[in-house]
């Protein structure tokens, strides 16, 4: 029986961009990891826990957790930008991505 194994798989058509895209906006988040799933394949509606850094003023700021983003992924999808830090170190790799606009909800 024939097997279909993802090997490596990247982007390359988009506008690469500069992580220090992110020191631009007056305030940011720099998400570093995500809890669960939640996504309707119906929808595309996306919510999920997450934690990460605050970005204030052009400065790294104070770790935030126990957040929620949520969005929708056809949204998402037309309003991000890829950095330019892409490194092949693993299986699966990916750049840092930048989405423009998200819901944050969280103390």
């Known amino acids: 029986m024939a097997e279909v194994v993802v090997a490596q798989i990247y982007i390359l058509k988009m506008e690469k961009i500069h992580l220090k895209k992110w020191f ?20 595309g509606d996306y919510s999920v826990g997450a934690s990460g850094i605050l970005i204030e003023n052009g400065e790294l700021g104070y770790a935030v957790n126990e957040i929620t983003i949520a969005g929708n992924l056809l949204d998402m999808y037309k309003n991000l930008d890829l950095a330019n830090d892409l490194e092949f170190t693993y299986a699966t790799n990916s750049p840092s991505i930048i989405v423009n606009q998200m819901t944050i909800a969280g103390k």
């Open 24 to 43: 631009k906006h007056k305030k940011a988040l720099y998400i570093t990891d995500l809890i669960g799933r939640g996504s309707d394949t119906i929808t």
